[in-house]
Every structure is written in structure tokens, then in C-alpha cells.
């Protein structure tokens, strides 16, 4: 895919051959990875074109000049690549043929001590050198959960995989907690012999083997994982940390139907609340988002999990909750933490827009001025005025919220800016309506 993007950016510099500018470009890559900078000054550039390629200083100012129309960008300092990722790339395709004292030559701050400003390159380059491959999965396997798992046997996947695992064992770690290691990106590597592993590992009496079999088995969605993790969160004898494994787990395995019991174990007193709300909502269905809402809320965080599902939750259903819990308790439209979780689903409001859409709106700016307050125009009735400026053409909105609501001729403060509210989503229908109900009104107190 890189690789694919990087000619299409030189092809739309035909001016230079290709191969040259390739050749330029992988060069400057490997000098930037070499001096561990993301940016090089053009004299710089210049030096290692010529060096590299045997050519002049004009034809150096030529390429370079070419590159900068494709794939290079000046910067303040001199130049660098458009992505970082393409000077990765193009670092480790240079590297694809040699052995692998070379690389340790340039990669290595010592024999057996890679320079971590490498990484990136490496996990493109074992994917192109089968050499490196083998060396990087014996010793250093965690080097390689960026690369492409298509590019490992079923052996390599299972050295990484054991090698990471046997590691962690030894220095009695979680994988929860570590930097060095993507729970996702190890559970890619995960083969059918390591699972079985991992399976058994379910019943160790050792929680750190216990607990990293539980966030695995569960990123991989088996029902193993589920069944082990359940009493353990719900179990407040045990430690926090596999207790919080257990949360990873539930929160990739469990549905919407653990909800209630999930709920039903919640205290209030539990020292790792937080990580059981945000289990909770990661697994959150649309008929729930009232009760999760409240719940998330409730806590003093944001909660990882429910955020990013949240924006999955992208139905009719899902608004259809949202505006009626909005209309039930409008004073969360001054939350900012609320935006993060329902912003996402208010933006379906142009996709799912009809009369009960509209309806459930009005009834939410008629509970603002029931209620007596002046929503932030930074919160979610930011969010809700612009989808609906979008979607209602007619000012469907406006109307309803003007025919529903009694009219005064002095209204209070905060039905005055309500109105405002609405008036920035009136349109012409919605005047022309209002010119007839006034007309209808006069004539009314003329006949009466």
C-alpha cells in the first residue's frame, strides 16, 4: 500500500525518470533514519544525492526540485518527507537486499541493541527481508506487531506471539499496562496453537497468566474469555489488575445482555468503578444509551472504551435515545463530557430526519426554556442547531416550536434566548407561518 503510494507521487513528476528519483528518495530516507531526524536542510539533501548518485550539483538541484513537487516538503528547517511513513518505507526497501550486518551497522546503537527511532522502518523492512524477519522474531519479537502478519509463516506468527508472552511471564508483567505492546496488534500473531495455550492459561492459579490470556482471548472475541472474565470482575476479593483484564475481556466478548448483571455488581465504592463503567458501555446497544449515559456521566473521566463505541452507534435507535434523553434532562446540554459520547449520533440527525426526529427536537428546546436555563452554545446544542440547519430545509423545527409554545408578548429571560436558539434555525416557511398564525390570531380578537 505504501509502496503503491509512494509511485504514484513520483509518477506525477515525469519530468525525471523514475528509478532516479526512487533511488534519491530512499537515500534520503536512510540518512534521516541514520541521524534518527525527521528533517534534513536542503544543503544536507543535496550532498547525499550527489554522493549517492555520482551526479552533479545542477542535476542534484534538478531531482531535488522534482521531489519537492511530489513526495518532499520544505519545512522551516530545510525538508522532509509529506508522511514520515514513506521515509520508513523507502529507509527499508533500500535496506531489502543487504544482511543483516549492515542493518545492525546502521540500525543498531551497538551489536545487540537496536536504535528505537528504527522501529518503524524495521517493521517495514522484516516484511521485505527474510533474514531480518527471522533475527527480529528470535530476539526482539515485539519489534514486529506493526508489520503485516500476511508476511510471517505460521511459525514466525508463533514465535512472536510465545516470545512476547514468555517475556511478559518472566518479568511479571500485564500486558494491559505496557507501552512496548498494542494488545490488537499481538492478538493478530495469535495462532491456533498459541490459543491453545492461552486457553489453558484461563484456569492458572497465576494471575499475571491468567490475566494476559483474558485481554488476548477476549480482543479475539472467544466465548472462553467471556465466561472466565464475567465472575472475575464482578469479584471484588480479587486484585484490581486482573480484575481490569477481566474488563478488557467483557468489553470486547460480552453483549448487551450482560448489561443487567453488569449493572446489578456496580458499587459505588469500587475502587476501579471507572473500568467498569467504560466495560459497560463499550458493549452498549441503543435501547441501553439511557442507563449507560447515566452512568458514564456520573463518573470524573472519560471513558476510553464507551467514546469509541459510542461512534459505532450510528442507527435510528441510537438518535431516537438520544433526543429523548435530551429532552429528559436538558441540563445535560451544558456537560462537555457528553459531547465526546452522543456527538456522533447526532450527526445522523441529516440521515434519519422526518416528523418524529423533528418532534423529539422541539421537545427538547421546549424543555431548555421549561426549565429556565440558557444552554452553552459550545455543548451539544452546538452539535444539534448545526445537523438540524442542515437537515430541516423547510424549518420544520421552528414551526412546531412556535405552535406548541404559548405566546407572550413579554417573555421571560430565559424563553428569550430559547428564542434565539430557534430563530437560528427558522427559515422562510417558518416566518411566512408566523405571518399567517399572527394574521389568524388578530382576526380571532376582531370577531370575538
Not at 505504501?2 to 513520483?10: K, N
Not at 542534484?60 to 519537492?68: K, M, N, T
Not at 511478559?168 to 492478538?187: G, H, S
Amino acid at each position: 500500500m505504501v509502496s503503491a503510494m509512494i509511485d504514484r507521487l513520483i509518477q506525477s513528476r515525469p519530468h525525471i525518470n523514475a528509478h532516479r528519483q526512487r533511488r534519491a528518495l530512499c537515500m534520503l530516507a536512510v540518512g534521516l533514519e541514520v541521524y534518527s531526524r525527521n528533517e534534513m536542510t536542503e544543503e544536507e539533501a543535496l550532498k547525499v544525492i550527489r554522493a549517492s548518485m555520482r551526479i552533479s550539483e545542477q542535476d542534484s538541484r534538478e531531482l531535488l526540485d522534482e521531489l519537492y513537487g511530489s513526495i518532499l516538503r520544505r519545512t522551516g528547517n530545510g525538508l522532509a518527507f509529506q508522511m514520515r511513513s514513506y521515509g520508513e518505507y523507502l529507509a527499508a526497501e533500500e535496506l531489502e537486499r543487504e544482511d543483516l550486518n549492515r542493518v545492525r551497522e546502521l540500525a543498531f546503537f551497538d551489536h545487540n541493541t537496536p536504535n528505537d527511532s528504527w522501529m518503524n522502518a524495521i517493521s517495514y523492512l522484516v516484511e521485505l527481508n527474510p533474514a531480518v524477519r527471522k533475527f527480529f522474531v528470535r530476539k526482539f519479537p515485539s519489534w514486529v506487531l506493526q508489520s503485516s502478519p500476511a508476511a510471517f509463516s505460521e511459525t514466525e506468527k508463533t514465535g512472536v506471539a510465545t516470545g512476547i508472552l514468555e517475556e511478559f511471564r518472566r518479568e511479571r508483567q500485564y500486558l494491559r499496562i505496557d507501552p512496548r505492546v498494542r494488545i490488537r496488534y499481538l492478538a493478530r500473531f495469535i495462532t491456533p496453537e498459541v490459543e491453545a495455550e492461552l486457553k489453558r492459561d484461563l484456569a492458572s492459579a497465576d494471575e499475571v497468566l491468567c490475566g494476559n490470556a483474558l485481554v488476548l482471548l477476549g480482543v479475539l472475541k472467544r466465548p472462553e474469555a467471556l465466561a472466565v472474565g464475567l465472575p472475575i470482575a464482578k469479584d471484588r476479593a480479587r486484585g484490581p489488575a486482573i480484575r481490569q483484564c477481566a474488563m478488557i475481556a467483557l468489553a470486547n466478548v460480552a453483549t448487551p445482555t450482560h448489561i443487567p448483571e453488569l449493572v446489578g455488581a456496580l458499587t459505588a465504592d469500587d475502587p476501579i468503578r471507572n473500568n467498569f463503567v467504560d466495560a459497560i458501555g463499550a458493549i452498549t446497544d441503543a435501547a441501553h444509551l439511557p442507563q449507560v449515559l447515566d452512568l458514564v456521566l456520573g463518573q470524573d473521566a472519560m471513558l476510553g472504551a464507551t467514546y469509541y463505541h459510542c461512534r459505532e452507534l450510528r442507527s435510528r435507535e441510537a438518535l431516537v435515545e438520544v433526543l429523548r434523553y435530551l429532552a429528559h434532562r436538558p441540563q445535560e446540554l451544558n456537560s462537555v463530557r457528553i459531547d465526546g459520547y452522543i456527538e456522533p449520533i447526532l450527526q445522523t440527525i441529516p440521515e434519519f430526519f422526518d416528523a418524529e426526529i423533528a418532534s423529539l427536537c422541539v421537545d427538547i428546546l421546549r424543555a431548555i426554556a421549561a426549565q429556565h436555563f440558557y444552554a452553552d452554545r459550545d455543548g451539544p446544542l452546538r452539535i444539534l442547531l448545526n445537523e438540524l440547519r442542515e437537515a430541516d430545509a423547510h424549518g420544520e423545527v421552528a414551526r412546531l416550536f412556535f405552535e406548541r409554545e404559548p405566546q407572550s408578548p413579554h417573555p421571560e429571560g430565559s424563553l428569550f434566548f430559547t428564542f434565539r436558539f430557534v430563530a437560528s434555525i427558522a427559515k422562510v416557511e417558518t416566518a411566512e407561518w408566523l405571518i399567517r398564525a399572527d394574521a389568524t390570531r388578530s382576526e380571532e380578537r376582531r370577531v370575538g
